[in-house]
Nanobody, 116 residues
Framework: QVQLVESGGGLVQAGGSLRLSCAASGRTFSNYNMGWFRQAPGKEREFVARHRWTDGSTLYADSVKGRFTISRDNAKNTVYLQMNSLKPEDTAVYYC?????????WGQGTQVTVSS
C-alpha cells in the first residue's frame, strides 16, 4: 500500500523558513516525478514545485521561484521543500504528490501558516 506522509509544517513569521518533508512508502519512487502543491482557504489547489526523475530538473511556480527549493533523496524515498522568505500569502495546506506521467499518489497535507 502506497503512503505519503508530509511533515514540517507549522506557524512561522513572515520572512522565516520552513522545510517540508514527504516520506513515501509502499514502493520505490526513483522513477517517478515528485511534486508539491498547496491549497489556501477558499482557493483551488495549485502547483508549487516539481522534481522530474528523468533528468533531475526542477520547475517552480512563479510565486515561489527564488524562495523555495525542491529536492529529493531516492535512497530515503523522500522529497523535500525548503521554503525561505515566507510570506503571508504562502499560507496553505501543502501536499506532496508522486507519479509518472501524472501524479497518482497524494499525501494528506501539512498546514503552513505565515503570520505578518
Amino acid at each position: 500500500q502506497v503512503q505519503l506522509v508530509e511533515s514540517g509544517g507549522g506557524l512561522v513569521q513572515a520572512g522565516g523558513s520552513l522545510r517540508l518533508s514527504c516520506a513515501a512508502s509502499g514502493r520505490t519512487f526513483s522513477n517517478y516525478n515528485m511534486g508539491w502543491f498547496r491549497q489556501a482557504p477558499g482557493k483551488e489547489r495549485e502547483f508549487v514545485a516539481r522534481h522530474r526523475w528523468t533528468d533531475g530538473s526542477t520547475l517552480y511556480a512563479d510565486s515561489v521561484k527564488g524562495r523555495f527549493t525542491i529536492s529529493r533523496d531516492n535512497a530515503k524515498n523522500t522529497v523535500y521543500l525548503q521554503m525561505n522568505s515566507l510570506k503571508p500569502e504562502d499560507t496553505a495546506v501543502y501536499y506532496c504528490a508522486v507519479g509518472f506521467p501524472s501524479y497518482d499518489y497524494w499525501g494528506q497535507g501539512t498546514q503552513v501558516t505565515v503570520s505578518s
